[in-house]
């Protein structure tokens, strides 16, 4: 219905109802109504009241035990995206994407061996184009997510496409790009009811950037499978996310428990929504970091927040923040980004309040190898600066909560 005629709805129904001519002043408000709903927007963002002090009275400590996977020749040693899966006989699974190949190896968790590789043919009929990350929704259903196919791919464990849905095909206003799905920066697949929530980069170079504002893009598509028609969440960056000729379009997105949430990495505020479209913008600072404090290439790397997680077996969020990095001797810009040497874990409870924040040890750990158990938080020590790093071993040591 277009506002025209919603507005002359509006007016003859009045004339019905009061059955009189209608005053100058009934309709200056009716008037003033109608421009209140042309210009209302659809989604809203209220910030949250966070004047109480956080509390810092949890930390992560290392706990002795370690998981340990030997790997053969054909897996690299580092993923982007790696997914703990439970089987209905309560048999874990590691799903671990072998590096940036289109290779997907599981591995066994409790018996710390590898069980398979799924092996993804990049062209031909069976083919899912180079794969930007999965999501497992059984040990033989799995979601992929490709580089350049507006597709998903639903594949079983041996690599067989079973279906897909072509979104590129769906009604769409806003342009769709290809979705991603790694744990790398947290940008998941979302499902609810018969609607797919697909995270995306938004595709701009550095020059458009100069033109469109960060809150006018649209990083996030709604896909409905039933109606086949594609639209965007009415969400973007916030209005100070680019400073400094520093034009980010990195974020983090899941759906946990039926809520939305948005990591902008970086930014101190954290999203969430139980609805898609009234939102509550939280302030989460590292009282380690400055995210906005940006630093030039040629004299290291500022920092951010890599990513925000769920732990479901102890209610708690974790926001993974990477430290300022100074350039260091013998070290090239991606080993600064791939495995900063300075980071930090802070602790939330299910309401987003901050209640710790833990400081690990440098050029130990890589914080982008990570995942969650019923024991505690996973993180991989295949670290190359580690001097017990093994290039035929991944390794994963755990962490535990204790209140301080």
């Known amino acids: 219905m277009s506002k025209l005629k919603w507005f002359k709805g509006c007016l003859r129904g009045s004339l019905l109802l009061k059955r009189n001519v209608i005053t100058g002043q009934s309709l200056l408000l009716l008037f003033v109504v109608f421009l209140i709903s042309c210009n209302a927007k ?29 790997l053969n020749s054909q897996i690299v040693n580092q993923s982007v995206c790696l997914i703990p899966y439970v089987a209905p ?15 997907i190896c599981v591995f066994n968790i409790d018996a710390e061996k590898l069980t398979n590789t799924i092996k993804l043919d990049n062209r031909g009929s069976n083919g899912v184009g180079s794969i930007k990350g999965f999501e497992v929704i059984s040990y033989d259903s799995i979601y992929i997510t490709s580089a350049f196919r507006r597709k998903l791919f639903l594949v079983n464990q041996q690599g067989k496409v079973i279906s897909s849905i072509d979104y590129s095909s769906y009604k769409q206003e806003y342009h769709i790009h290809a979705g991603t799905s790694r744990t790398l920066e947290n940008m998941r697949v979302g499902f609810k009811g018969s609607k797919i929530y697909l995270p995306f980069y938004p595709g701009y170079d550095k020059g458009n950037y100069h033109t469109i504002a960060p809150e006018d893009i649209r990083f996030i598509a709604e896909l409905d499978t039933l ?32 809520c939305f949430y948005i990591n902008y990495i970086y930014d101190n505020t954290v999203l ?73 874990i802070i602790i939330l409870n299910k309401d987003l309040n901050i209640i710790g924040e833990t400081n690990f ?22 670290n190359p600066f580690n001097p017990e790093y093994d290039v035929n071993v991944l390794e994963f040591q755990l962490f535990n909560l204790f209140e301080k």
């Open 89 to 103: 006989d309560s048999t874990r699974y590691l799903f671990y994407r072998s590096g940036h190949s289109n290779n």
């Open 361 to 382: 040890p440098p050029d130990t750990y890589d914080p982008n190898g990570f995942f969650i158990a019923k024991e505690g938080l996973y993180l991989s020590r295949s």
């Open 42 to 70: 659809n989604d809203t963002v209220k910030i949250k009241d966070n004047s109480k002090p956080p509390l810092y009275n949890v930390e992560l400590k290392k706990n002795e035990q370690r998981l340990t996977f030997e």
């Open 272 to 344: 969430s929504s139980i609805d898609s479209k009234n939102w509550v913008s939280t302030e989460i600072p590292s009282k380690y970091a400055n995210v906005k404090k940006t630093i030039p290439r040629e004299k290291g790397l500022g920092a951010n927040y890599t990513r925000l997680v769920f732990d479901p077996f102890r209610n708690v969020f974790y926001r993974f923040v990477r430290h300022e990095q100074k350039k260091i001797k013998n070290r090239i810009h991606t080993d600064l980004v791939r495995h900063p040497q300075r980071f930090s």
């Open 227 to 258: 109606g086949k028609t594609a639209k965007t969440l009415n969400i973007g960056f916030p209005r100070n996310y680019w400073e400094d000729d520093f034009y980010p379009s990195s974020f983090g997105f899941f759906i946990e428990n039926g």
